[in-house]
């Protein structure tokens, strides 16, 4: 499979504190994606991230890419109650222009 | 802007029933997708499609038939319903070319 596989499955948090979950593919990358998806909603997305790019940020979400491990870690710093969700990264990969792989997710729980 | 919107929202099917269900997004974008997410496996790709009149096959296509007779809308189809297809299905749309994808909020079916 090409999907992109989180690590870990689930994590739970305090309130305040930070949530770093990774994700790790198999073949090379045109970009990789994170979304967010809260209970019984759809996805969204959050932040993309280009092969050539090292590092993004957006608010309080920072993003890396690391190709030559073939793996991406999302940061959410200072998390509050409404970061409960699932996250998911999704990779495209090249020669395939139409279509994203989304690993399971990482489910993130904040506690107050 | 009503994005990516998904009917019904819930439905539960009998063995061999069928259905129809509708995806419709007003963002005027090329691409559309079904998903289907069931747990612990994240969301697999089952048809997409590049434009309109066009449709191909994803992930796990088997049982189910699309169709894109306008631009806006893309139906997924089950002839024969059976319990494995008891999943949440995710209508996605997007301008391809490896960009982000909006979703819409999902219809959860029950085949009994």
């Known amino acids: 499979s090409q999907q992109g596989e989180e690590d870990p499955q689930a994590l739970s948090i305090q309130e305040g504190e930070n949530a770093t979950m990774n994700c790790s593919y198999k073949?090379?990358?045109?970009?990789l994606q994170w979304y967010r998806q809260n209970s019984g909603r759809g996805l969204v997305h959050l932040i993309l991230i280009r092969s050539n790019e090292r590092e993004k940020h957006s608010g309080r979400l920072r993003v890396t890419l690391d190709t030559s491990k073939k793996s991406s870690s999302l940061l959410i710093t200072a998390s509050r109650a409404a970061d409960t969700a699932s996250y998911f990264c999704a990779t495209a990969f090249l020669g395939n222009d139409y279509k994203l792989s989304f690993g399971a997710g990482t489910t993130v729980t904040v506690r107050a | 802007n009503a994005g990516v919107t998904q009917t019904p929202k819930f439905r539960v099917l009998k063995t061999g029933q069928s259905m129809t269900l509708l995806c419709a997004q007003d963002m005027n974008h090329e691409y559309m997708y079904w998903y289907r997410q069931d747990p612990g496996m994240g969301l697999r790709l089952i048809h997409y499609s590049v434009g309109e009149g066009t449709t191909a096959k994803g992930e796990v296509p088997d049982g189910y038939n699309v169709s894109r007779l306008k631009k806006q809308n893309f139906l997924l189809g089950l002839e024969s319903a059976a319990p494995s297809q008891t999943s949440v299905y995710f209508c996605?749309?997007?301008?391809?070319?490896?960009?982000?994808?909006?979703f819409g909020p999902g219809t959860r079916l029950t085949v009994l």
């Open positions: 073949t090379s990358i045109n970009n």
């Open positions: 996605a749309s997007g301008r391809g070319n490896h960009n982000e994808q909006f």
